[in-house]
């Protein structure tokens, strides 16, 4: 019989599996990053964070901002804390997109940042370390 081109019905039967297969990998990226585990991302906070930032209100502004309230603040506005113009140009409002992407690759998202940590680069680490801040900056 040959090579016959696919049928409309067959085409759109392709293009709705492929639609499926992205939506379900965009729900379980979306959903790992929402599902950290607090308690290991306080250990990656100690390991990686501490040294530059608190967390506590009134919590001292070191080489980085003191992170308390940080959800929903607009970055660069931390009080008490100067931030490079980059930041304070940014646009970003934290949340856990933003605080996920700006920690997976802090120069990346933000060129010119102050902040010389290159970022975690596990994606399990990195969910657990927003899920940690979502819980401890509030």
Known sequence: MGWQPASHWEKVMKIWAVAVV???VGFATQASAQSGDATRGQRVF???????????????????PNLHGVFGRKAGTAEGYEASE?????????????MAEYNRDP?????GTKML?????????????VAYLKQATQ
């Open 86 to 98: 980059a930041m304070k140009k940014s646009g970003i409002v934290w949340d856990d997109t933003t």
């Open 107 to 111: 120069k990346g998202k933000v060129p």
């Open 22 to 24: 992205a939506a379900i």
């Open 117 to 129: 940590f290159n970022g975690v680069k596990n994606a399990g680490q990195l969910a657990d370390l």
């Open 46 to 64: 100690n390991q990686q964070c501490r040294a530059c930032h608190t967390l506590e209100k009134g919590g001292a502004q070191t080489a980085g």
